[in-house]
């Protein structure tokens, strides 16, 4: 099942302006973690963010989470035209699956 | 870095013809890939759990005898979508893990594109 949902559903931005996406889930989490997409390719792996941290970040990556609130934010800064992509939130269980279940995901346009 | 590709990267079926999709960890050995669906415009859903040598755990919902999946090796499993429907088109999405990252290392493949006519 789909526990995430995201907001926006998408978003478009101006280069160089900041592009902040929120991410809220249902049950608790071992783990949340960050994924783009560009159309209709692969995913790759942005940032992971344990439940016991609270900000995470990676280059122009900042990412937050707070589990009372089951929620988490991805901010990129300084975005770019290639920052263009679906930008997917997914929480990993804790069990020994660890299997992810991806939210709704925003599609972020950033305009050059 | 790590790969995983897929085969085929798209394919058109006729309706009621089973196809095969293949996904290899090609630098590493996966003990355990995941099975995924998109449909347009949408997220990806868990459809199935591969381990290396037994049963694949199905996702609620997801029919075992028509999304046949194999994990023969611990660098390819295959999902088999048998007798095709037009809603099975989707982008069939898999990813691996590493036998000796953790748990929460998958490295995703590039996807598969099925076309069901």
């Excluded at chain 1, 009372?68 to 939130?89: E, G």
């Excluded at chain 1, 992810?100 to 305009?111: D, I």
């Excluded at chain 2, 085969?7 to 089973?18: F, L």
């Excluded at chain 2, 868990?46 to 694949?56: F, Q, V």
Aim: hydrophobic share 30%; charged share 20%; aromatic share 8%.
């Amino acid at each position: 099942s789909q526990q995430g949902e995201e907001d926006p559903q998408a978003l478009s931005i101006q280069e160089g302006e900041n592009a902040t996406m929120n991410c809220s889930y249902k049950t608790s989490i071992n783990n949340l973690q960050w994924y783009r997409q560009n159309s209709g390719r692969g995913l790759v792996h942005l940032i992971l963010i344990r439940s016991n941290e609270r900000e995470k970040h990676s280059g122009r990556l900042r990412v937050t989470l707070d589990t009372s609130k089951k929620s988490s934010s991805l901010l990129i800064t300084a975005s770019r035209a290639a920052d263009t992509a679906s930008y997917f939130c997914a929480t990993a269980s804790s069990g020994s699956a660890r299997q992810l279940t991806f939210g709704s995901g925003t599609q972020l346009t950033v305009l050059p | 870095g790590a790969v995983v590709s897929q085969h085929p990267s798209w394919v058109i079926c006729k309706s009621g013809t089973s196809v095969k999709i293949e996904c290899r960890s090609l630098d590493f050995q996966a003990t355990t890939m995941f099975w995924y669906r998109q449909f347009p415009k949408q997220s990806l859903m868990l459809m199935a759990t591969s381990n290396e040598g037994s049963k694949a755990t199905y996702e609620q919902g997801v029919e075992k005898d028509k999304f046949l999946i194999n994990h023969a090796s611990l660098t390819l499993s295959t999902l088999t979508v048998t007798s095709a429907h037009p809603e099975d088109s989707s982008f069939y999405i898999c990813s691996a893990r590493p036998w000796d990252r953790g748990l929460d290392t998958q490295y995703f493949g590039p996807g598969t594109r099925l076309t069901v006519l």
